[in-house]
């Protein structure tokens, strides 16, 4: 399809690539938690019901994605590794931490009626996602020890909390009981105060879950005689082991040693130095405009599926505009977005300290956000269509230095869809005409904006009288100054007449900025 002029900006996207050998570790974990886990009244310390929704979600991941080999988890993380040799979208960090974290939300989301029927899930939860690298088995051994000791140090320190609680104590009383305590101590209080052995307490809340994939021989179909036929198959099942990172738990799995290679001595502890890497912070450039931009993952196939209507579904657009109203509302540094077909740029202002500018985290939260939204709206814009199965998308960040840039920026999205738009409602009056799909992409090959709209009149359609929404895309932002106009789909916040409006405006133009000069300046 044709260049246009503002196709320069891609060159401010950078690489990411993670090099062999190291090993693609992306771990996720609940955006604020506590206060979800309050909200939905989770048992404390340990709601088993939502630990297995955890489970389940790793193990839909683990099957919908064939290269992660093993993950672990506890409370609300999730640990995935990807086989050493693993090419998952070119091993680019943001695209593979990104999609785990949109799928799983996904999931999250999709599966919470299966585990909690009797409650409603009352706001979208969302998770971070970081990719952590390991240069060798030997550091991939010291993080698996280091989340399992989390998993201990935690579980230890908030069974003793709640039980503390339990017995009548204010939690700042019984904070200040556990302050410097050691194990030993805290399973000693237990046991006499509590006449808990903290030993006999479940397993997967003292260990943690993995999921490890096993080969089972699995019946793939029947002989005309009935007879059975099986073939060698992957199976994801969750186990429970005390210490994940000791060499008999680790090399009696054959599958790990092969994907991962095989720990070849015991560890004791984490040395601190490898602790520091996993904790890296990728900090995006001071004073630039980042924008975030998130991209449907196999749309095509979603569309198909979900039979969206060709080349532009209305109700698709309305959902995808509802959630990045969302998104503006819930990150309230997020100043400008702009979204069409399965794709939203969101602009967040010059100055943000948005996560102190962590790609990783800003990135992540936004992508899962708007799944989370994505699925919770569904049947909003839905209501005769069931999902069939969980959307994600995939999400980066970029920095532009200038105004002007990060201008191009959005004139480049907003030629795009024009471009799309005009060639997708050609072909698709083509196909309805009943030429062959690979025949109307021979009569559109090679021509030119005006080609097209001459045989858009053939059709008896004038482009240009076409939906707004279809040709330009639509904006969503902050509307300071005029709220006595009327919006279509807009959305108030309830607070001080600021709200979020959709627009299908022409962003190319001055016009636009010109008539709304706070937007980007804050
Ligand atoms: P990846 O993003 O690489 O995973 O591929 P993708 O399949 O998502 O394709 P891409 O993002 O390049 O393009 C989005 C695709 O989503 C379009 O090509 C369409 O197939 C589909 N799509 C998006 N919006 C609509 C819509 O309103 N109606 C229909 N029918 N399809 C849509
Ligand atoms: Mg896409």
Known sequence: MANSKYEYVKSYEVEDEVFLPNLIVVRIDGRDFQRFSEVQEFEKPN???????????????SEAFPDVVFSYGFSDEYSFVFKRTSKFYQRRASKVGTIIVSFFTSAYVTKWREFFPHKELMYPPSFHARVIRCASE?????????????????NLHNTCLWELIKSGMTESEALDLLKDSSKEEKNDLLYRKCDINYQKL???FRQGS??????????????????????LRRKSSIVHSKNIAERRFWNKHAHLQ????????????????????????DKLIPSTWVVIRIDGCHFHRFSEVHEFVKPNDEQAINLMNSCA????????DLVFSYGVSDEYSFVLKKDSQFYQRQASEMVSVIVSFFTSMYVMKWKDFFPQKELKYPPYFDGRAVCYPSYEILRDYLSWRQVDCHINNQYNTCFWELVKSGKRKSEAQLVLKGTQTGDKEKLLNQFGIEYNKLPVMFRHGSSAF???EDTTRIHENEECNGNSGKRVIVEHCNIIEPTFWDAHPTILSG
Not at 210 to 231: D, M, T, Y
Not at 258 to 277: A, H, M, N, Q, W
């Open 210 to 231: 993995c999921i490890l994939k096993v080969e089972v021989f699995a019946v793939v179909k029947h002989n005309e005689n009935g007879s059975p036929v099986k073939r």
């Open 478 to 480: 902050w509307d300071k």
């Open 138 to 154: 030997e550091v991939l051994q010291s993080y698996l020890l280091w989340r399992q000791n989390n998993c201990h140090t935690n």
């Open 325 to 332: 109203v969302a998104v503006l509302k819930e990150f309230q």
């Open 258 to 281: 092969k994907e991962l290679g095989c720990f070849t001595k015991d560890i004791g502890k984490v040395e601190p130095d490898y602790i520091r890497s996993f904790q890296h912070e």
């Open 47 to 61: 709601d088993e019901v939502a630990l297995n929704l955890m489970n389940s979600c790793a193990i839909s991941v």
């Open 202 to 204: 479940h397993s997967m």
